[in-house]
């Protein structure tokens, strides 16, 4: 069975006054139908800037998708026209933005929002779109929904206007869903709730899921794969199992070590990841992390590794074997 989705060395560069910003730079993985996968890293690392590759959302200029092919259900999104772009923003593919008062619009009522897609999509009439906006709401846990439905963004606290995107990104039955740092702008509790939602409700339509997050621990409880993102660039992935059991790129051990853990003495220091993320405008030669490397050898500042197999389903770029 082909997958759903299969990102092929896909570049998005941006043209800046002080020089050309390599925000993804060669990036590849694939996506089977009814998986969740994890795209985690640092901020600045290229994840977000890839989510939006994915559906064209780009400004252009000064950003561009300069090389490499999205084939969505054997579609390249790269070569589709406007109106079939249309067609699959919000349809089948739906994206879950970073900070929903940025994202919804502030003079217009919840329900109208929600229902408009469902008018454009699904083709349903006023009457029918407001009815199901109302159940979607319902669905993701807005209490009394039916007053609800009439209020501005405004007048909802963070965790409910993300859990409106939610009903939102949801309400057309996509067939891929990209969460962009779905919990930010929330508190742990609430992060935790929308995150059971999103699952329960995925899960239950079939849709394949993206999460971008920094969170680790998201990762853990509700991803199948994860990509570990550096500089632009894919440094490891795997199971979300494989990777957090046996990390095989050096950055990937240093994200790991800066997590607080449970099963460690209350005494025990995080380890911070040395120095800052290099400049995408003037990458160094060799790996993009060997400044920051506690493994780094001297091939690392001369040679970029590529991604190699470490094990069956498990993938890392780095000369160094750090498993040993």
Known sequence: MNPLLQIKDLKTYFRMDYGLVKAVDGVSYELNEGETLGLVG?????KSVGALSILRLIPEPPGEIAGGEILFQGKDLLKANPDELRDIRGNKIAMIFQEPMTSLNPVLAIGFQIGEALELHRRMGKGDARREALRLLKMVGIPDAERRIDDYPHQFSGGMRQRVMIAMGLSCNPKLLIADEPT????VTIQAQLLEVIKELTSRLGTSVIIITHNLGVVARYVNRMAVMYAGRIVESGTAHGVYSKPSHPYTIGLLASVPRL???RTSRLVPIEGQPPNLVNL???????PRCSFRVERCTLERP???PVEEGHHAACWVDVRK
Request: charged share 25%; aromatic share 10%; proline share 14%.
């Open 42 to 46: 640092e901020s600045g690392c290229g």
């Open 184 to 187: 930010t702008a929330v508190d």
């Open 263 to 265: 099963d460690k003495p």
């Open 284 to 290: 160094p030669p060799g790996c993009s992390f060997y």
């Open 306 to 308: 590529e991604l190699r």
